[in-house]
């Protein structure tokens, strides 16, 4: 038997990308009851329609920065909550931070007074732009903190920060997944993140608006790797941060020419002016995650741009969105 089965786990930010998925593997796992908590302030409850059949779903209409208490045990606290694509935070720069700081503490909170086990989404970008290349957990990351990102940027390393220190004070047992881009079903088409810009360009028949000269990198993980990824490390004892991201490395161009074979063709590359403070290369070091966990992916990027193209094209062909595998 898994390590979830039985428990009472609450989910925040379940609405979202990433939350929704990790709120259905957590049923899958036999969870006995799972909570979302979410303010939708980048979630669409179009996210939850699978996991509301299941009588073990609840889904909670929440801010995180107020407070908020809950009856009974509670094993396990994910915390997802963030808005998280680069156009999103410039958008919501103070309830970043707020979700980032107040939100974060009350998850802590709760875990405390619960005695569960808190685990936070931390990102890459704790790692700034950075100048150590692929990056490990030791570095401390080189980031700008008053940039168009730090909203975003600080607000996670100071997640980090008071997640320590409630481990320290307060020994509440503590996980930290900085989680490197990541792609899949149930990103928004407009969230001007790179794999749904990109895919919505080629399924509209629009040019790819390639930012910079395209050399940057990125090494893009597929949803079901890195929700393995972190349940692993919810279940384990490690309390160090782990890096979860694939370690293939590609420029954004050559990531635009396998949208293109993808897509059998079509779209040609506009350039457009780089944004400030966009990080130059990113790839995670999964040492840490390969030795601790026994993590790996397993998607190759080919097999996960092809389910993420066909959730896009049924997206934009059917007002609901389809059930994903
Ligand atoms: P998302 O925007 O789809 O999901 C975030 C969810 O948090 C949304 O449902 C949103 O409504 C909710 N939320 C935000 N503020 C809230 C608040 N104050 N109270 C309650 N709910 C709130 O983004 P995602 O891609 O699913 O990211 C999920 C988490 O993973 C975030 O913490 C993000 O920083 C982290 N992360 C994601 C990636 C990635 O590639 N997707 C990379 C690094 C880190
Ligand atoms: N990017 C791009 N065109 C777009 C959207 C993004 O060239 O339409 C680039 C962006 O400048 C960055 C990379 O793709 O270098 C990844 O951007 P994304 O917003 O997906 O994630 P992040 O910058 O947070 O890694």
Request: hydrophobic share 35%; net charge neutral.
């Amino acid at each position: 038997m898994n390590r979830i089965h039985g428990k009472r786990i609450i989910v925040l930010g379940g609405a979202g990308f990433l939350g929704s998925h990790l709120c259905e593997r957590l049923l899958a796992d036999g969870a006995s009851e799972v909570v979302s908590v979410d303010n939708f302030i980048t979630g669409d409850a179009r996210n939850l329609v699978e996991p509301r059949k299941d009588g073990r779903f609840v889904s909670l209409h929440h801010d995180i920065t107020e407070p908020f208490a809950f009856e009974g045990p509670v094993d396990f606290v994910f915390n997802m909550a963030s808005p998280a694509s680069p156009i999103d935070y410039a958008q919501l720069p103070i309830e970043t931070l707020r979700v980032g700081s107040i939100g974060t503490e009350n998850g802590l909170r709760l875990a405390q007074n619960k005695g569960a086990v808190f685990l936070q989404a931390s990102t890459s970008e704790i790692y700034g732009d950075p100048l150590v290349h692929p990056q490990r957990e030791e570095y401390w990351g080189n980031v700008n903190p008053i940039g168009p990102r730090s909203c975003y940027d600080e607000a996670k390393r100071y997640g980090e920060a008071i997640v320590a220190a409630y481990r320290r004070a307060h020994e509440v047992r503590t996980r930290i997944v900085r989680i490197f881009n990541t792609y899949g079903p149930r990103m928004r088409l407009n969230d001007g993140r790179v794999v749904p810009a990109f895919v919505g360009q080629a399924l509209r028949g629009e040019d790819f608006t390639v930012f910079g000269d395209g050399s940057q990198t990125r090494s893009f993980c597929y949803v079901s790797d890195l929700i393995d990824g972190i349940v692993r490390l919810a279940v384990s004892d490690v309390e160090e941060p782990v890096n979860i991201g694939n370690p293939r490395e590609m420029t954004i161009l050559q990531f635009a020419e396998a949208v293109r074979a993808a897509m059998g063709g079509g779209s040609r590359i506009t350039f457009q002016p780089l944004p400030k403070d966009d990080p130059k290369q990113r790839q995670p070091d999964i040492t840490r995650a390969r030795q601790l966990l026994g993590w790996e992916p397993r998607v190759a990027l080919e097999d996960g741009l092809r389910e993420t193209i066909a959730y896009f094209r049924r997206l934009t062909e059917h007002s609901d969105p389809p059930r994903t595998s």
